[in-house]
């Protein structure tokens, strides 16, 4: 991979993501030191987090690089999404209207609920009984 890169943060719930682009690259991702396909093995995985690159028509044109720590498989992929995105503003802030128009930029900010005193969940109660 080439020297000069542009990188992107981007968090989802528990996850945290440190995205590189190299321009000029063949398409190849790279995340946590493993090919892309086999750390998001599931389908479609892929596709949704380069959502980025090919709203704005530069899938392929790319290597990307990712450092991804905390949370789960989705909470991981959606904070890569987010740093490709944050990444592409680097290279061309021109790509900011259609990353926008598509939701791209925005960072989700659903976590989890935390766990109330005496209910089984956030907001699940014990089952009532009468006697």
Do not use: C, W
């Not at 542009?6 to 528990?14: L, P, T």
């Not at 389908?43 to 044109?61: A, F, K, M, R, V």
């Not at 790319?62 to 680097?90: E, K, M, N, P």
Request: aromatic letters at 6%; zero cysteines.
């Amino acid at each position: 991979m080439s020297a000069q890169y542009y990188e992107g943060i981007g968090r989802r719930k528990a996850a945290s993501a440190r995205v590189r682009l190299f321009p000029g690259g063949t398409g190849n991702i790279i995340i946590n030191d493993k090919d892309g396909k086999e750390y998001l093995p599931r389908e479609g995985d892929i596709e949704i987090l380069l959502e980025p690159l090919t709203t704005i028509g530069q899938e392929g044109n790319f290597d990307i690089s990712v450092h991804v720590q905390g949370g789960g498989i989705s909470g991981q992929r959606d904070a890569i999404r987010l740093g490709v995105a944050r990444a592409l503003l680097l290279l061309d802030p021109d790509f900011r209207p259609a990353l926008r128009a598509e939701k791209l930029l925005t960072r989700d900010p659903r976590v989890k609920e935390r766990k109330k005193p005496g209910l089984k969940r956030a907001r699940k109660a014990p089952t009532y009984t009468k006697r």
